[in-house]
């Protein structure tokens, strides 16, 4: 088993779940992650809480294709965050999870005021397997679920790929919007989500899926459409190869590249114009970016 967050599955957290997988198989037993939720920094830091990189959904989901088998959830509480150290380990790991071994990361530490780590831990459980597994790194980056937020926040999505080894995605339903777009002849769907990581506000090349099917080119315009004097901030998303109405169906959105900032134009001609070459700067660039 591993004890971890693992928001975003990313880069770093995939080479840990590996040898965990790889040392149940071995072993012949069940490769667990065991996890928490609420995120103990939103339980005991409310006020420096990160927002979430992924869905439950989602990341139970990429946990299972990397090949884990069970996902323990323990219920995080002001007072689960009391136990010590030595509780942690002979009670949850010994006693309730009988963890035959144990993977975990470079900053591993449990228990009250994360006071107990790897020696620690071997002391208190001398029979139990325990494997540390070195920071990963991309670029010189480690890589870590901080390092994706900072750089979606700030819109550079294709760095967080880089760290992820996957497009940063959200998820939402298609509403009706205004229609503006249709009237200038780029129809644009419309996604209301309530995903807790958005990039900054600008215009992407994305992949989307329509109701989890095959990727499609696409243009995201996240922000406040200045030049329609808007109020308030959406994600539109202009498919390049398909143009039916997709009211009420979920539309996933891969964050593949930032286009540019979004900008107020003199008038619609100039805003048709640069979304042309939106799309062709979008298409030119996903023609070399498969989706994953």
């Known amino acids: ?3 971890g967050n693992f928001d975003g599955v990313h880069f770093g957290h995939r080479a840990l779940l590996r040898r965990l997988v790889a040392a149940a198989r071995q072993r012949d037993t069940a490769a667990v992650v065991y996890t928490f939720e609420p995120s103990p920094r939103t339980v005991l830091s409310p006020h420096q809480a990160m927002p979430r990189i992924l869905a439950w959904p989602d990341k139970v989901r990429l946990l299972g294709q990397v090949g884990v088998d069970r996902v323990v959830v323990e219920r995080f509480t002001p007072a689960f965050a009391q136990h010590p150290p030595d ?6 790991l010994k006693r309730r999870l009988r963890a035959q071994s144990l993977v975990v990361g470079y900053d591993f530490r449990f ?8 020696p620690l831990l071997r002391k208190l459980l001398p029979s139990l397997e325990i494997e540390q597994v070195d920071a990963a790194q991309i670029d010189a980056v480690v890589a870590s679920s901080s390092a994706v ?6 819109g550079r999505v294709s760095d967080a790929a880089r760290l992820l080894g996957r497009a940063h995605f959200v998820r939402g339903t298609v509403v009706a919007g205004d229609r503006r777009g249709r009237m ?7 996604v209301q989500t309530d995903a807790e990581l958005l990039p900054a506000q600008g215009v992407y090349a994305v992949w989307a899926r329509v109701d989890g099917g095959a990727a499609v080119p696409g243009v995201a315009n996240l922000g406040m459409r200045p030049t329609f004097d808007g ?7 202009h498919l390049l190869d398909r143009g039916e109405d997709l009211y009420g169906r979920e539309l996933q959105v891969d964050f593949v590249a930032h286009l540019r900032d979004e900008c107020r134009f003199d008038g619609v001609d100039s805003l048709v114009a640069q979304i042309r070459e939106d799309a062709s700067q979008a298409r030119r660039i996903l023609s070399t970016a498969a989706p994953i």
Do not use: S, Y
Request: include cysteine; proline fraction near 3%; charged fraction near 30%.
């Open 1 to 3: 088993m591993t004890i």
């Open 87 to 92: 509780w942690f380990a002979k009670e949850v």
């Open 111 to 118: 228990g009250r005021a994360r006071g107990g780590d790897v």
């Open 149 to 154: 937020r900072r750089r979606v926040a700030e």
């Open 184 to 190: 200038i002849g780029f129809p644009t769907a419309n």
């Open 231 to 237: 109020t308030d901030c959406q994600l539109e998303v």
